[in-house]
C-alpha cells in the first residue's frame, strides 16, 4: 500500500518560479506548511548558459546546491511525479507515495524532447554537435566554437515552444562576432534556421535583429524545422514549409550545429486533465489560477500563459501567484493580475544586448528610459554582472520589490 501525508501548500518544481513562491510565501506567512517537490539535487542559473556556451562565462558559477536555494521552512521532498489527480487534491510520486493537499502551484519547467529529431540523441557531443540547452553540453558549444577554423556553422530553432526563445539566435551572434575577431569569417559560414515564420515573436524587435544577422552575413531562413541529424555524415535534415503551407525536406552539410530541441510541458501536465489542446497546464492568463480546480495555481514554462518562457517572466509572476494564493485561502477576490511581461536580453555581440521587454500582445515595455532597440554595452553589464546575483539573493529569496515598466510612447 502506497504511503500518504498532507501539506497545505504543495509546490511542484524547486526551479525559479517554484522556489520564488515557496520563498515568497514563507516570508509573507510564517508558519505555512509549504511542501516542495523536487527530485534534482543542484539549481542552475539557466539564463547564462549561452555565455557558457560563448566561453565568457564558467558553468560552475551556474551552479548552487539545491538544498541552499531552497526556504529552510520548507520540506523538500526528493521525488519526481508521476501523476496529478486534481479531483482528489493529490499528486502520485515515482515512489508510488501520495501527497495530498489543499492547494497545489505546478511550476515544474518544460522538458527538452531531443528524441523528436531523428539521431540527435547519438549525435550530441561530438563531431560538432552541440547544445546550451543542457549543462553538460553547453562547454562542448564553446569548445567546438574554439576549435572552429572554417566550414558551415548551422545554428536552428524548432518549431515548438521553448524556453528562452532568444537564445538560439544569440548564440548565432557570438558565433559570429567570435569568427570575426579571430579574421575566419572569410573561411566559415555562419546560417540560422528557425522552424517558426519570424526571427523573433515581437515584430518591433524583427527590423533591428535582421540587421544584426545583416551585419555579421549570417544567412536567415525562416519556417526550416530540422528533423533529422546524421552525425556520421554530418548532414542536417530541414523540413521546409513554403508560403502555401506545402512542405519538403532540404539535406544541409555542417560542420558545427549547434541544435536547441523541441520542448514541451512535462508528461505528468500534458497527460492530466488540467492540460489544455497544447498540452500546457491551463491557467487564467492574468490570475494564473486554473479554472476547474481554483485551488490550483501554475506558472514558469509548464504553465499556459501565452508569453515567452523566461525567468524574467517568472520574476513578475510568482508574487501574482503569491498574492491571489493567499487570497485564496483567506476568502478573499483575486486582485493581483500578470499582464505578460517579459523580457529577452538579447546578446548581439561580446558586449552588446538589445533588452526586448514586451507585455501581452506584444507591446514593447521597457524598464528603463532607454532605448529598447538599441545594442546596448549596459546591458551587457546587466545580463553578465547585475542578474545572476539580483536571481540568487534576491528573486530565489522571494522578495518581491521592482521597477515598474510600462507601454513605450
Not at 544586448?353 to 532597440?373: H, K, N, W
Amino acid at each position: 500500500m502506497s504511503q500518504s501525508r498532507h501539506h497545505q501548500i504543495v509546490i511542484i518544481g524547486a526551479g525559479s518560479g517554484g522556489t520564488s513562491v515557496a520563498a515568497s510565501l514563507l516570508r509573507q506567512r510564517a508558519g505555512l506548511d509549504v511542501a516542495i517537490i523536487e527530485p534534482r539535487d543542484v539549481h542552475y542559473y539557466q539564463p547564462a548558459f549561452t555565455l557558457v556556451g560563448g566561453g565568457t562565462y564558467a558553468l560552475e558559477d551556474t551552479i548552487r546546491p539545491q538544498a541552499d536555494t531552497l526556504p529552510k521552512d520548507a520540506t523538500w521532498i526528493r521525488s519526481a511525479v508521476r501523476q496529478l489527480v486534481p479531483e482528489q487534491r493529490q499528486v502520485l510520486l515515482e515512489d508510488e507515495s501520495r501527497i495530498s493537499y489543499d492547494y497545489l502551484v505546478v511550476a515544474p519547467g518544460i522538458e527538452l524532447n531531443w528524441g523528436a529529431i531523428e539521431g540527435l540523441e547519438d549525435a550530441l557531443g561530438k563531431n560538432g554537435v552541440c547544445s546550451n540547452y543542457a549543462p553538460e553540453l553547453a562547454t562542448y558549444t564553446w569548445t567546438c566554437l574554439d576549435n572552429f577554423t572554417g566550414g558551415r556553422a548551422l545554428f536552428t530553432q524548432p518549431s515548438t515552444p521553448i524556453k528562452c526563445a532568444g537564445a538560439p539566435q544569440k548564440i548565432a551572434y557570438l558565433a559570429a562576432h567570435h569568427l570575426q575577431k579571430r579574421n575566419l569569417r572569410g573561411d566559415a559560414t555562419v546560417d540560422f534556421y528557425n522552424g517558426m515564420g519570424a526571427l523573433f515573436s515581437v515584430p518591433d524587435f524583427v527590423p533591428y535583429l535582421n540587421q544584426v544577422a545583416e551585419g555579421y552575413g549570417i544567412g536567415v531562413h525562416l519556417s526550416h524545422n530540422l528533423v533529422k541529424v546524421d552525425g556520421e555524415r554530418k548532414v542536417a535534415t530541414f523540413e521546409v514549409k513554403d508560403g502555401e503551407g506545402q512542405t519538403r525536406q532540404i539535406e544541409e552539410t555542417y560542420d558545427l550545429l549547434h541544435v536547441t530541441p523541441p520542448q514541451r510541458a512535462p508528461g505528468f501536465v500534458r497527460d492530466s486533465s488540467l492540460a489544455n489542446e497544447g498540452g500546457w497546464l491551463s491557467v487564467d492568463q492574468h490570475t494564473l489560477q486554473n479554472a476547474q480546480y481554483p485551488e490550483i495555481f501554475s506558472l514558469g514554462d509548464a504553465s499556459s500563459l501565452p508569453t515567452s518562457k523566461t525567468a524574467a517572466a517568472v520574476r513578475k509572476q510568482f508574487p501574482v501567484v503569491v498574492k491571489n494564493l493567499l487570497a485564496q485561502l483567506d476568502g478573499r477576490e483575486l486582485t493581483a493580475r500578470y499582464d505578460g511581461y517579459t523580457s529577452c536580453p538579447l546578446v548581439t555581440a561580446y558586449g552588446k544586448v538589445i533588452l526586448a521587454e514586451f507585455i501581452y500582445g506584444g507591446v514593447v515595455t521597457p524598464t528603463l528610459p532607454l532605448s529598447p532597440f538599441k545594442q546596448s554595452r549596459f546591458y551587457w553589464v546587466v545580463k553578465k554582472y547585475l542578474l545572476p546575483p539580483f536571481y540568487w539573493r534576491y528573486m530565489l529569496k522571494g522578495k518581491e520589490g521592482d521597477i515598474a515598466h510600462k507601454p513605450r510612447t
